[in-house]
């Protein structure tokens, strides 16, 4: 692939700056409203807003299945690439699967288990102060990190890879940021715990694309490769 065209990695990997960069951004802005209102009273603010508890059915179904929406993509991309032999496609299905796998629920379960912090629906503090129990099986002390924002945010970063479209990529970041606000007006978690699985999910991404994906795309030669890899954004 990468012989045929010999800029396709170097374009990835500018691809993966851009993506770690632009949730660099969002995670800054969303630890700057953290500092300034508070962690438990921003949940309270979006929890208890009008538009919330209008739209709390809905705002559910969003944050139980907007995830699927990725995992339909990439199983996709998965079954192209098997289906017309193209290794890229393979290996970037793979390598999403991994940071998944490692980030999202390897090291964000740890972390869950070993902090055992309550989820704001669950703490027995008032005004959705926070709780640490330290090591808790208990679901309902498994507040920090976020999974849901981890996992939505390694779909996007890897989606980014994928689609040129500049306006579908926006939208996918945009996707990302409604679920962990989701989160927040459900209260399932706190602002810190999806900042956390965001920052996971980008460094996880960005080792596995760095130090797993890149090299094995660098030794694959199929001349029909992942054309929208190459170029510049539409």
């Known amino acids: 692939m990468f ?16 993506a770690a960069a632009a949730f660099a951004v969002l995670i ?25 508890q209008r739209h709390y059915a809905e705002l559910r179904l969003f944050t139980n299945y907007g995830l699927y929406v990725f ?11 098997a289906l017309r032999h193209e290794a890229g496609l393979r290996l970037l299905a793979y390598g999403y699967i991994i940071a998944q796998l490692v980030g999202a629920a390897l090291i964000v379960r740890v972390l869950k288990i070993a902090l055992g912090r309550a989820r704001p629906d669950t703490t027995p503090l008032p005004g959705f102060e926070s709780e640490w129990l330290g090591l808790s099986w208990d ?23 994928l689609i040129r479209n500049r306006f579908l990529v926006a939208l996918c970041f945009a996707w990302a940021v409604a679920l962990g606000l989701s989160r927040l007006a459900l209260a399932k978690h ?39 890899w190459l170029g510049p954004p539409r």
């Open 28 to 52: 800054g802005i969303g630890l700057g409203l953290m500092l300034a209102i508070g962690d438990g009273e921003l949940v309270t603010r979006i929890h208890f807003s009008s538009w919330v």
């Open 3 to 18: 012989t045929a065209f010999p800029h396709g990695v170097p374009l990835l990997q500018n691809r993966l700056r851009q």
């Open 139 to 161: 679901a309902g002390h498994h507040s920090f990190p976020s999974g849901h924002t981890a996992d939505i945010v390694t779909s996007v970063m890897f989606a980014a890879l």
């Open 190 to 228: 706190y602002p810190s715990d999806a900042l956390a699985g965001a920052l996971i999910a980008v460094l996880t991404s960005w080792a596995v694309v760095r130090w797993w994906l890149v090299p094995r795309l660098e030794r694959v030669s199929v001349p029909s490769g992942p054309r929208w």
């Open 71 to 81: 995992y339909a993509l990439f199983v996709a991309v998965l079954a192209w690439g």
